[in-house]
């Protein structure tokens, strides 16, 4: 018998940070993954906003199967279609809090539903800021049940020179959870050692320098050469 692609749900929702989505489905598509794509109402005005150069078809073209958020009879919507887990990026606090409660009021609430009583991993990216407590005990109710609860916080040790690279950095480390390697994460390696011969006191710069090298970003100021 012929082995069966990795199959995963990729939710986009209206929260900002479509950009995390995006890129999720084009690293996907080469990684030969199959995806499940279903996008809110919220989702596709949020994608007209924040990537007013990229149309919904083509959106649409990066995914191999496409649902409309209100098929709550797609195959996605049933535990027997089998699947990896689900992504939800981003995923808005509302959609947290469907989750949260099991009201299922759409497709991505459902199929994220389902992902939780079939026991399968579901991540959601959530990206709202500040938290009041509803947000938080949501966020506690989901993680109890079985989900991870991923806000896209960039990490800043790689020394990223653009957004892209923090989408990047992001993005690998959401699918190192589904155990797919896709050559984005710079993997921590433990602190640079600086020299032991110290021969005089160093300055302030002296000090910042040791821990910089060269074309990476000074942390107190732009880039160095």
Same mark, same amino acid.
């Given at each position: 018998m012929a082995q069966r692609r990795l199959r995963l749900i990729i939710g986009i929702t209206g929260a900002s940070g479509v950009a995390y989505g995006v890129r999720l489905l084009q690293v996907l598509r080469e990684a030969e993954v199959e995806t499940h794509l279903v996008i809110s109402r919220a989702g596709q005005m949020t994608l007209v906003q924040e990537e007013p150069q990229l149309k919904l078809a083509d959106l649409h073209a990066l995914a191999s199967r496409v649902y409309s958020d209100q098929d709550i009879g797609a195959a996605i919507s049933s535990g027997s279609f089998k699947t990896a887990g689900m992504i +939800?990026? !981003?995923?808005? +606090?509302q959609t947290l809090s469907a989750i949260a409660t099991g009201v299922t009021t759409n /497709? +991505?609430?459902?199929?994220?539903d389902v992902i939780l009583k079939e026991r399968r991993k579901l991540v959601l990216m959530l990206r709202e800021t !500040? /938290?009041?407590l509803g947000h938080i005990r949501s966020m506690a109710a989901v993680t109890e049940m079985g989900a991870i609860v991923y806000p896209p916080v960039p990490a800043f040790y790689p020394r990223p020179a653009a957004v892209d690279e923090m989408v990047d950095h992001t993005i690998g480390r959401v699918l190192d959870l589904f155990d797919i390697e896709t050559g984005l994460v710079?993997?921590?390696?433990?602190?640079k050692e600086r020299s032991a011969a110290r021969p005089r006191e160093s300055t302030e710069d002296e000090d910042v320098a040791a821990f910089t090298q060269p074309g990476q970003r000074n942390p107190r100021g732009p880039r160095i050469s």
């Open positions: +939800v990026a !981003p995923c808005s +606090v /497709l +991505v609430s459902r199929a994220a !500040p /938290l009041h710079s993997r921590w390696q433990g602190m």
